[in-house]
């Protein structure tokens, strides 16, 4: 008897490449979807420098270390 193959969830994430001014880059960074909504007309990127900049600021007031600001963002 053939198996059911089962259904893929689409990806509830998109992976952004960041490039910080202090030359530090940090890799495939996830951002949800649902904070990348472009349907006000925003860019992409615009969105994710936002997200990203938000996490950022949650991991430095945990760890009482602020990161560079942020120099350039490209998609994963």
């Given amino acids: 008897m ?3 193959k089962s259904k893929t969830k689409p990806a509830t994430f998109t992976m952004f490449n960041v ?3 202090d030359g530090s880059i940090t890799s495939n ?5 649902d904070r990348l909504d472009q ?3 925003d860019n992409l990127l615009d969105l994710a ?3 990203i ?3 950022d600021n949650e991991i ?7 990161r560079a600001k942020i120099k350039s ?3 994963a």
């Fill in 2 to 4: 053939a198996r059911n």
């Fill in 19 to 21: 490039t910080y001014e």
């Fill in 29 to 33: 960074r996830r951002v949800e979807n």
């Fill in 39 to 41: 349907s006000m007309g």
């Fill in 49 to 51: 420098r936002t997200a």
């Fill in 53 to 55: 900049e938000d996490q």
């Fill in 60 to 66: 430095a007031q945990r760890s009482n270390r602020r």
């Fill in 73 to 75: 963002i490209t998609e």
